[in-house]
């Protein structure tokens, strides 16, 4: 089975902190995702990367960077934290190249909280 | 913008009945829809996945259907149990990038 692993369940921060959250997966999948999941508003894509040092912009990647340095890693970093970026955040995977059969696998999320 | 909606009310239905879900979607014509569940506090997980070209999947208990006219997908629990109470996503693919709806729980009572 694939594993999404990420780094931290919970996390407490101060506004204007840098935060960094890591994920890793072990199925050697091109593509990986970061999401965040508000009550409402569902999975919003922030960042996408279809290979090592490659990004794609996702739907609100305002306030937020990513980087891809290795396959298997894909960090979100906030540069400087804002107590509107409370949310829990979500990590996924997809092998890239099942066409019509791709889907996601999906870490357990880091549940952020910006003080 | 993508838009996709599920009915953001609970859905409480009682054991043995049947489930059905609704996701709704406008603005682009995507090649296949899928399904996910999510219990509280941790990912969505895949549950099944369904083409353009297809009008119903079936897995177990589950079954999809995709009305690519009506831009519509219905997701049925048929003999539903308690077990399967949590919220359920759908969920299309746009270039390799999968835009989600809001979810919808639903609670199956004993």
């Known amino acids: 089975d694939v594993k999404v692993t990420q780094s931290s369940r919970y996390l407490v921060k101060r506004t204007g902190e840098k935060v960094f959250l890591e994920c890793v997966q072990d199925?050697?999948?091109?593509?990986m995702f970061w999401y965040r999941q508000d009550p409402g508003l569902g999975l919003r894509l922030i960042y996408f990367s279809y290979d090592v040092k490659m990004k794609e912009k996702g739907d609100i990647p305002e306030g937020y960077s990513v980087s891809r340095e290795k396959k298997e890693r894909f960090s979100l970093i906030l540069e400087s934290a804002s107590t509107n970026q409370t949310s829990m955040y979500l990590c996924a995977s997809s092998r890239g190249s099942d066409g019509a059969n791709e889907k996601l696998f999906f870490g357990s999320g880091t549940q952020l909280s910006v003080l | 913008s993508q838009k996709i909606e599920q009915n953001s009310e609970a859905l409480n239905i009682q054991e043995g009945k049947t489930a059905t879900l609704t996701c709704n979607y406008t603005n682009y014509s995507p090649a296949y829809l899928q399904w996910y569940r999510q219990d509280p506090g941790r990912g969505p997980v895949f549950l099944l996945l369904?083409?353009?070209?297809?009008k119903e999947k079936r897995k177990e208990r589950l079954k999809v259907t995709f009305d690519t006219t009506l831009k519509q997908s219905l997701f049925h629990i048929t003999a539903s149990q308690p077990a399967d109470s949590a919220t359920y996503l759908c969920a299309l693919d746009n270039f390799n990038k999968f835009y989600f709806g809001s979810g919808t729980k639903l609670n199956v009572k004993p």
């Open positions: 199925m050697d999948h091109e593509n």
């Open positions: 369904i083409r353009e070209n297809e």
